[in-house]
């Protein structure tokens, strides 16, 4: 089943302009989800979810900050292949996109 | 030929390219963007409509100006030009790059900078939560991807940026609940003064612009923190220029305070370094040309933050001072039309410096408990309780504090730190030095730089 994107109330982005584009699928956690070409991973992410992933140093989360490949805090996991700033990379059709590690990642505890 | 490296693709690269290529030089031009145009006049991706005219308002010529003369630049095969790559490091005459096929090098025999710049960040409490971001990143979201960074966004901060923003946010339809100016009204006319002096209709653009923000907007305010949940921002505090306190709903926050120049790879370059006054930074010692000496030239926001108009103008004479410095024949008095020129960007730039200051006071008394570094949590508690045992000297500090030690490599703490550190010892930000650039300058896969030739690996980790 894929999910309709950018459902009201659920990201943290909204879409203002450009909406007629054509549409693409992806996974997160294993869910399908569909966004649109030209996204970015990071824009497909956060209009269907209010984070990226969770700090590593503290127990807030994270939804990238600068948007520009200068504060690397949009790193997240692929299923497979390597991490992908979000910002800075384009949404490729079928990315399997993961909100935490694949692998075992220390926990912080509080 | 000599082999020129050109570092960046916004107004003052792209400007640069076309003067060395019309000296007869055939550049390599790197870029982290997949289109040139740089932040200010960055490009979204293909598939895009928006015209011009709705992307970069009143500036929409002359970013369109820049993007066909670059895009020309590579049609003609003028320019060696690889985008989306990083430079991740410098030695003995070679950049080492990370882009989509990996780790790769690049010889050069003269290096121009034209890095640009970021939004300078001051730490708010509760500001390392989901859902704060840059004011560049409000922009860069609305200009790139068309979207709104949420529903109720507080813009807050000072700078031009900050109207700017808020106006063209407005304009596209998104939610912008309240704009909040750290700079007071007094001190913010007595810096546009200066301003209207050297740039009357830009200013006169810029007061036009702010009047449109209407109500919204509050000049003198004091940031007291931003309220959040598992979710993100919920109210940010804030009191206004009469001391009252106030609650403002949001769900996004967007933080800026003017610019920081990007000097990484300056610094690897060898570069000098003075503290300026008027930008309260570290900025790269240079002629006024941009000639920082053995080779390296520097032209844009990474040298000198005049905006998008200066950078064109220093990207030019950058470069007419490399073609000079190759004994090539330029056009001197295009070249002292242009130093004119740069002066009046210059006087308007030390206006804009004065109007929208650094709030030195609000970062040297920010509370304990507030996150300074982003990258890994470290409080101004745990920087202040740091200081006894490593001394006020940013390096030191780093290495026992690690404010500055985290992947953005204290691009966004590294000015809050030194003014935390200052207040603590009693001392100017400039007396507790320079927190000194290291490669990689931007994060890179161990697999990449395994892929490099051993000596070329240790540029990047020595």
């Not at chain 1, 140093?57 to 600068?66: K, L, M, Q, V, W």
């Not at chain 2, 003067?19 to 040139?36: M, R, S, W, Y």
């Not at chain 2, 007094?186 to 449109?212: K, N, Y």
């Amino acid at each position: 089943m894929t999910k309709a994107a950018g459902m009201v109330g659920l990201g943290r982005l909204v879409r203002l302009a450009e909406a007629g584009r054509p549409a693409l699928r992806f996974h997160l956690d294993g869910v399908e989800y569909q966004a649109m070409q030209g996204d970015t991973v990071l824009t497909a992410v956060l209009q269907i979810a209010r984070s990226l992933r969770a700090a590593e140093f503290g127990t807030e989360r994270r939804a990238g900050f600068c948007l520009m490949g200068a504060c690397q805090d949009c790193w997240v996991w692929q299923e497979d292949g390597p991490r992908l700033r979000a910002c800075s990379t384009l949404l490729e059709p079928g990315m399997r996109l993961l909100s935490v590690a694949p692998e075992p990642w220390p926990e912080l505890s509080a | 030929m000599t082999r020129i490296l050109v570092v960046g693709a916004g107004p003052a690269g792209i400007r640069a390219a076309e003067t060395l290529v019309a000296g007869g030089l055939h550049p390599v031009v790197v870029d982290e963007g997949a289109k040139a145009g740089g932040q200010i006049y960055r490009r979204p991706p293909d598939g895009f409509t928006r015209p011009a005219t709705v992307l970069y308002g009143s500036e929409a010529a002359k970013a369109a100006a820049l993007h066909q003369l670059f895009d020309r630049l590579v049609a003609d095969n003028r320019i060696d030009y690889r985008p989306q790559r990083s430079v991740l490091g410098l030695a003995d005459g070679v950049a080492h790059l990370a882009g989509p096929g990996g780790a790769e090098t690049v010889a050069f025999d003269r290096l121009m900078l034209a890095t640009g710049a970021m939004d300078r960040l001051a730490p708010v409490p509760g500001w390392q939560s989901a859902g704060v971001y840059s004011l560049g990143a409000a922009q860069i979201a609305l200009k790139a991807q068309g979207v709104a960074l949420g529903r109720r966004i507080v813009l807050a901060g000072s700078g031009p940026l900050l109207t700017l923003v808020a106006s063209q946010l407005r304009k596209a339809g998104a939610g912008v609940v309240a704009i909040l100016d750290t700079a007071p009204l007094h001190v913010q006319v007595l810096g546009g003064l200066r301003m209207a002096l050297a740039r009357p209709w830009v200013t006169a653009r810029g007061i036009a612009m702010r009047a449109g923000l209407g109500r919204g907007y509050h000049a003198g305010v004091m940031l007291e923190r931003i309220e959040t949940d598992d979710s993100g921002p919920r109210v940010l505090h804030w009191r206004d220029a009469f001391g009252r306190y106030r609650l403002t709903d949001c769900d996004a926050v967007a933080l800026g305070w003017h610019l920081r120049a990007e000097t990484a790879l300056a610094d690897l370059a060898g570069a000098s370094f003075d503290w300026s006054p008027v930008w309260q930074q570290w900025l790269v010692r240079s002629d006024a040309q941009g000639r920082a000496g053995g080779g390296l030239y520097l032209a844009g926001d990474g040298l000198r933050i005049l905006g998008a108009d200066g950078a064109e103008i220093a990207g030019r004479l950058a470069a007419r001072a490399l073609l000079q410095d190759l004994g090539l024949d330029v056009a001197t008095d295009e070249q002292a039309r242009d130093l004119a020129r740069l002066g009046r960007m210059q006087r308007f730039a030390e206006g804009i410096a004065r109007a929208f200051p650094w709030p030195a006071d609000m970062v040297r008394t920010v509370p304990d408990d507030a996150v300074l570094c982003r990258c890994e949590g470290v409080t101004a508690g745990a920087l202040r309780a740091t200081l006894p045992l490593s001394g006020p000297e940013a390096n030191r500090a780093k290495s026992l504090g690690r404010v500055g030690m985290g992947r953005c490599q204290g691009r966004y703490c590294q000015l809050a730190g030194a003014e935390v550190s200052a207040a603590a010892a009693g001392c100017r930000p400039v007396e507790v030095g320079r927190l000194r650039a290291q490669p990689p300058v931007r994060p890179v896969r161990v697999a990449d730089i395994c892929s490099l030739p051993p000596q070329d690996q240790r540029s990047i980790h020595p």
